[in-house]
């Protein structure tokens, strides 16, 4: 835990008390703060105050007693409409930050040079965050992981001259922590995303450009338009940047020529790692990834062949085109987190000869955008709400069955595969949300590894 001390004394009010909210909770009572806690879910105030918080009704509270409001990033600040908290807050003149604003006044406060890598990005932040500590931790570095990734801030070990932070944020944390200056700011992507907490693109662009904007080390993906502007306009104003893409750079910065990572310093450019053979690591969006964790190890002093070394242990993280076993030439895949249109084209763009397992809640626009990479389909099994949608869709392009369950199109897709006699991939990548049939894609995830490593003859990995 890291005990927010420079709050002791203190009365905060806090909002929220999911997993991180609790453990802000928790940071701020040890660091010698009077918190008082609420959440609209009284079993989580129940919980909160079997662990010491005090809890009451903030609709009731006398906010002039409060120093600091914290706010828990899933609970809308601006948009749709503010949460009735953030409106009480704001009513009353008292700061709205959260947990990472916490943790970024206690690292100026104990620790103001404490390495801190923060991670952001419409899409690959948590792959980005977990190969840069990978390689980190691989190099002999001592590395704390967490924020948006799983593992709230305060929970970890606190900032220190030698420890580093690898922080993944999401829009909502920068927009509560108005003091985020890490050592190293990596910006991946920008496209349309969190608009209903956001308002407009360019004020989620503006937000996630918070996060690079005071970084001793700008990393920023240019691959798209919005992206290369904030890096023009972070090199405007005189931050230290450096490029990532999947196109040959001119300026400083790594990119990927196919699978080999390049990097560029001044006019010269040199190769530093290829990604052929990493499954973790395989697609033109974990190539980006890859670049831009490069990009920071380089700049960390880690050298090529410790780079080297660690891209080729990395596992992956679960439910991301996840290898999860193979029979014989076909190949398993577990792409559970790609629940839209746009996240299940990376898994397309990466296969071949794809037995593919999608459906589920339908995101607006269905999979209207993948009909190019239809040709690579051997044959779709529907499941879960969206088949009707998604079999006009497939129409005569694609071969489908309408599955039903997971468990039917596990059997029917193997089967099918084995059939082939070839090289094939059997990949469950939805495009859909899981709820009409899992609480969420992480259950969907484990339930088709369960089930493919049931199936006769599996050689299962990591299993």
């Not at 009284?42 to 079997?50: G, V």
């Not at 899933?74 to 008292?94: F, I, M, Q, R, Y």
């Not at 940047?241 to 006019?267: H, I, M, N, Q, W």
Request: charged residues 20%.
């Amino acid at each position: 835990m890291t005990p927010v001390t420079t709050f002791a004394g203190k009365t905060v009010a806090l909002f929220g008390l999911g997993g991180s909210g609790l453990a802000t909770a928790l940071a701020l009572k040890a660091g010698g703060a009077h918190v008082i806690a609420c959440d609209d879910n009284p079993a989580k105030m129940t919980e909160a105050e079997a662990k010491g918080i005090e809890t009451a009704d903030l609709r009731k509270a006398d906010w002039s007693r409060f120093s600091s409001f914290v706010l828990s990033p899933g609970v809308p600040l601006t948009h749709p409409e503010p949460h009735w908290s953030a409106t009480l807050a704001k009513d009353a003149g008292v700061e709205i930050i959260g947990d990472i604003e916490l943790f970024c006044r206690e690292r100026a406060k104990i620790a103001p040079n404490a390495p801190l890598i923060a991670i952001t990005g419409t899409n690959g932040k948590s792959t980005t965050t977990a190969l840069i500590a990978h390689i980190l931790r691989e190099a002999g570095r001592d590395v704390q992981m967490g924020g948006n990734i799983g593992t709230a801030i305060l929970s970890l070990e606190p900032p220190s001259d030698s420890r580093i932070h690898v922080i993944e944020c999401s829009s909502f944390q920068i927009d509560l922590a108005p003091s985020l200056n890490p050592t190293i700011g990596v910006h991946l992507n920008l496209s349309p995303d969190h608009i209903d907490r956001h308002g407009t693109m360019e004020l989620y662009a503006a937000i996630k450009e918070r996060l690079v904007a005071k970084a001793g080390l700008a990393v920023i993906g240019v691959d798209d338009p919005m992206s290369r502007a904030i890096a023009d306009a972070c090199e405007a104003r005189g931050v230290n940047v450096a490029r990532v893409s999947v196109e040959p750079l001119s300026g400083k910065g790594v990119y990927a020529d196919g699978e080999t990572l390049v990097g560029v310093t001044g006019t010269d450019a040199a190769p530093i790692a290829n990604l052929s053979g990493i499954g973790s690591l395989r697609g033109e969006h974990n190539a980006q990834n890859a670049a831009a964790a490069v990009a920071i190890a380089l700049a960390l002093n880690v050298s090529p062949e410790q780079i080297r070394s660690a891209l080729l242990t990395f596992p992956g993280l679960p439910h991301r085109m996840e290898e999860v076993g193979r029979i014989g030439q076909t190949l398993f895949i577990n792409d559970s987190k790609a629940t839209n249109a746009d996240s299940t084209e990376k898994a397309l763009k990466s296969f071949d000869d794809i037995f593919w397992i999608l459906g589920g809640k339908s995101k607006e626009g269905g999979i209207e955008t993948l009909t190019s990479y239809f040709r690579k389909i051997r044959k779709a099994y529907l499941i879960g709400a969206a088949s009707d949608q998604f079999a006009k869709t497939l129409g005569d392009a694609v071969p489908h069955v309408f599955s039903g369950t997971l468990d039917k199109a596990v059997e029917q897709a193997a089967s099918d595969a084995r059939a082939l006699g070839g090289a094939a991939v059997v990949l469950l990548s939805p495009a859909c949300a899981s709820y009409d049939q899992f609480p969420n894609y992480e259950v969907r995830g484990n339930h088709f590894r369960d089930l493919v490593r049931a199936l006769p003859g599996i050689e299962a990995k990591g299993a």
